[in-house]
């Protein structure tokens, strides 16, 4: 062996340090592939990306003393299989084609800034047992926490109705005139229970324009999320219980799963619950999310906060007294249209 590795130039210690190498980077990759599989497997899903599983096994990498990058991290991903693909959708929810009011858009170039300041709402197909079902949701735009859901058989609007309950229950104490509702205009969010609901609560009501689901691009974004990591791998099994199943994918989205967009991958519930701020930014809902620094309070922002009525009623930051104007300007204006 001696005279081999002369041959090559190299030490006998040198090649067995080389196997010793191998042997111990073979070892950390599938030390690396076993943390994965343990979150996916926890986490009921194999739609994880790159990016949440790298933020989730860092303290695990840290622990076993293991230096991974985030491309090598793909690359280890990519050659075992483990890379996500797209999927395609094949079923459609929305019919906004009815004689029901429509609402106007309060929330373009609108500032988010607090939780249950905007819900957005809209529906989604589940594929579950052989059956087409839907699924009804209602989003904090800050937070993004699932708040109110409901698994149906139909596209009635007592199945939407039964959802918006949920969220008022789990969000017991909103002030009046302090939130918005926002939705397409589908003929369930249209009908008259649902927005006697929300006007019973005093809560603005908010549409998008025909054809423009990039005004409501937040709630297409966490039906795409719950799509692509949950649903789609569900529906080729059978005997799944469907209301337990989608309670517990909701939970586990809104506890576990580490969210980019609010900052150092926090979860829904962290920012909604325990008060944890998302960047030092404000969301700007608009055909595009943009993000800008709190240089200035929100209240001098006109041009950036979503008016209603009258240019001196801005809703990112009114006070009590200005609300309750507001109020009674909106409800002259429902009964006059």
């Known amino acids: 062996m001696a005279q081999l590795c002369g041959l090559f130039g190299k030490s006998r210690q040198g090649y067995y340090k080389g196997i010793n190498n191998v042997c111990k980077e ?34 695990d990498l840290t622990l076993h003393k293991i230096k991974i990058g985030r491309d090598k991290l793909f690359d280890l991903l990519r050659m075992n299989g483990l890379l996500v693909t797209k999927r395609k959708r094949r079923f459609f929810t929305t019919q906004s084609h009815h004689w029901l009011r429509k609402y106007h858009n309060l929330v373009e170039n609108m500032v988010v800034s607090r939780p249950n300041q905007l819900w957005v709402s809209d529906i989604t197909y589940v594929e579950l047992n052989r059956e087409v079902m839907y699924l009804y949701l209602i989003t904090d735009a800050y937070s993004q926490k699932i708040v109110g859901w409901n698994l149906s058989f139909d596209l ?46 005093k809560v603005w009501i908010s549409m998008t324009k025909p054809a423009s689901p990039h005004e409501n691009a937040i709630a297409e974004r966490v039906n795409g999320i719950l799509k692509e990591e949950w649903l789609d791998d569900i529906a080729r099994e059978q005997g799944v219980n469907a209301q337990k199943y989608i309670s517990q994918i909701i939970k586990i989205y809104n506890d576990m799963r580490p969210h980019e967009g609010l900052g150092s991958n926090l979860t829904p519930n962290q920012v909604h619950d325990e008060g944890f701020l998302r960047h030092d930014t404000e969301r700007v809902i608009g055909n595009k999310y943009s993000w800008k620094k709190k240089t200035e309070p ?19 930051s009114c006070s009590s007294a200005e609300l309750a104007s507001a109020s009674s300007w909106y409800c002259k204006l429902s009964q006059t249209s």
């Not at 943390?35 to 303290?59: N, P």
């Open 26 to 59: 073979a070892f950390e990759e599938d030390l690396v592939l076993s943390f994965v599989l343990k979150i996916r497997k926890k986490a009921k899903t194999s739609r994880w990306g790159l990016r949440k599983m790298y933020s989730l096994i860092k303290k």
């Open 298 to 316: 929100v209240k001098i922002r006109s041009e950036n906060s979503n008016t209603i009525g009258p240019n001196d009623y801005s809703l990112a």
């Open 156 to 201: 009635k609007a007592e199945s939407a109705l039964d959802a918006l309950k949920m969220a008022f229950q789990s969000q017991k104490y909103i002030e009046p005139y302090s939130l918005i509702h926002h939705s397409d205009r589908g003929v369930q969010y249209c009908s008259y229970d649902y927005t006697d609901l929300l006007k019973k609560k």
